[in-house]
């Protein structure tokens, strides 16, 4: 390069770091028939509980984040002993999160960062990922995840029977066109302002076909064009002005979707704005939406439920022994024995429905 040249290209770029493409992955880590069996029926199960053909509500549930795969399997073992008591009205599937989005900056997740260090082995986090996601599943207990990332849903979306797109992306072009191509269902969470309209646009924008950039299975860049997916449906998590977990706002998200020729079905998260940032307060949002599913308010489909082995949260720093067995990084969450009361009540209540 002549010594006059301007430096035009990577100018903030400090690495880049191959790994493995999808492929090499999965063929390393391969689904069983057991953990297929898994993921295919909580998928139809889903695409019932959608269409109200099942009767059960759907409770997705589990850490904020998952950042020790083995407290992880710990929780997942509990919950799949609930599964077995609670499963004739309740259909649980573990929040499995792996990418977090930031509002400014923090730890990422276990996919981006899995030695909790700022050392970014997103190779080893992917392989972590799969690895955890593989033993879940092997349980009978189904996961659900936010896509983030519009590329590591290549390594382990065979895994996943629901995905979720956050409150930060909803409206982002990249994630309703992913969300049109991959083949679970699918939840948009309202706006970060509590707007409904967004998410309910972009179930319309998923339905649709699709074309944008992304790798294949060899990890070479290539057009993805998708046929659209038919399964998605709308989560009411708050915004920043109010909660919007009450039936005014289930009314209005039906009537919404409704206007815009989709099947309403809706999931409240209990946590986040909903639950006015306070962990604790999930608890009273929850009895107040099964007590609107026992009345029949509104196409309510399911609830989301931040929950690990110990109630509250940690904060991340250098001395790693320090952080608490089955305590969150990322919000706080209600402890395994509340867990364990909320989803008894919850099933107690709605016999009959």
């Not at 059960?56 to 992880?72: F, K, N, Q, W, Y």
């Not at 209005?252 to 999931?267: D, F, G, I």
Request: include cysteine; aromatic fraction near 4%; charge should be neutral.
């Amino acid at each position: 390069m002549p010594s006059d040249m301007r430096r035009v290209a990577n100018v903030h770029i400090r690495e880049l770091t191959p790994f493995s493409p999808p492929r090499a992955l999965k063929e390393a880590l391969p689904l069983s028939e057991p953990v297929a069996r898994t993921v295919a029926e909580a998928r139809a199960t889903i695409r019932r509980i959608l269409r109200r053909e099942d009767p059960r509500l759907m409770v997705v549930i589990g850490p904020c984040s998952i950042h020790d795969p083995e407290a992880a399997l710990d929780y997942a073992r509990r919950l799949a002993g609930l599964q077995q008591q609670l499963g004739d009205r309740l259909f649980l599937i573990m929040r499995a999160y792996l990418e977090k989005p930031r509002t400014t900056v923090g730890w990422r997740g276990l996919i981006n960062d899995p030695n909790l260090d700022g050392s970014f082995d997103m190779g080893a986090g992917l392989t972590t990922a799969r690895r955890l996601l593989l033993e879940i599943n092997a349980m009978g207990l189904p996961v659900a995840t936010e896509m983030l990332d519009p590329i590591s849903p290549q390594y382990i979306d065979d895994q996943i029977s629901l995905g979720t797109i956050g409150a930060r992306t909803t409206e982002a072009q990249t994630h309703r066109a992913l969300a049109s191509g991959v083949s679970m269902p699918v939840g948009f969470k309202n706006g970060t302002d509590g707007g409904i309209q967004v998410a309910v646009n972009a179930c319309v924008s998923a339905a649709g076909q699709h074309s944008f950039l992304g790798i294949d299975e060899d990890g070479r860049g290539s057009v993805v064009k998708t046929t659209g997916n038919p399964d998605s449906f709308v989560i009411l998590r708050g915004g920043r002005a109010e909660p919007n977990y009450y039936e005014e706002h289930v009314v209005q998200a039906t009537r919404l979707m409704r206007e815009a020729h989709l099947s309403p079905a809706v999931m409240v998260d209990c946590s986040h704005a909903n639950a006015g940032g306070d962990y604790r307060r999930q608890e009273a949002v929850l009895h107040i939406v099964v007590d609107q599913v026992v009345r029949r308010v509104g196409p309510i489909v399911g609830v989301m439920v931040e929950s690990n082995i110990v109630e509250g949260k940690q904060t991340l720093t250098a001395d790693r022994s320090a952080l608490r067995y089955g305590v969150s990084l990322t919000d706080g969450c209600i402890g395994w024995e509340t867990t364990e009361r909320l989803l008894h009540e919850a099933h107690l209540a709605l016999r009959g429905v």
